[in-house]
């Protein structure tokens, strides 16, 4: 299993990103796919969720309205929309998957990817 993030940068506040969340070993599509943010200082926080089935998203209040969680199954990726970015996004954001396997429930994370906003 293996997750690779991309498409963190610097940004200025008002501007937009996309990450990317690329799945090796596992399907994406069948798995509950997360994003986490952790800046410097602070626990690792929940930013948004999307789950399997059924696709039901779940954002932290502070990003709903701006960020947008979606999946390409052929791709097996996901990724994460952000728009309106504010300071306070700043952080290394982390792509989560949760995967059943042999009964039980496993989590894997990828190595983050910086998003630095600035003016």
């Known amino acids: 299993v293996q997750l690779v993030e991309s498409g963190g940068g610097l940004v200025q506040p008002g501007g937009s990103l996309r990450l990317s969340c690329t799945a090796s070993?596992?399907?994406?599509?069948?798995?509950?796919m997360s994003w986490y943010r952790q800046s410097p200082g602070k626990g690792r926080e929940l930013v948004a969720g999307?789950?399997?089935?059924?696709?039901?998203?779940v954002y932290v209040s502070s990003v709903k309205g701006r960020f947008t969680i979606s999946r390409d199954n052929a791709k097996n990726t996901v990724y994460l929309q952000m728009n309106g970015l504010k300071f306070e996004d700043a952080a290394v954001y982390y792509c989560?998957?949760?995967?059943?396997?042999?009964?039980?429930?496993?989590?894997?994370w990828g190595q983050g990817t910086q998003v630095t906003v600035s003016s």
């Open positions: 989560k998957a949760r995967i059943f396997r042999l009964g039980q429930f496993y989590d894997y």
């Open positions: 070993g596992f399907i994406v599509s069948a798995s509950h």
């Open positions: 999307i789950t399997s089935p059924g696709d039901s998203t």
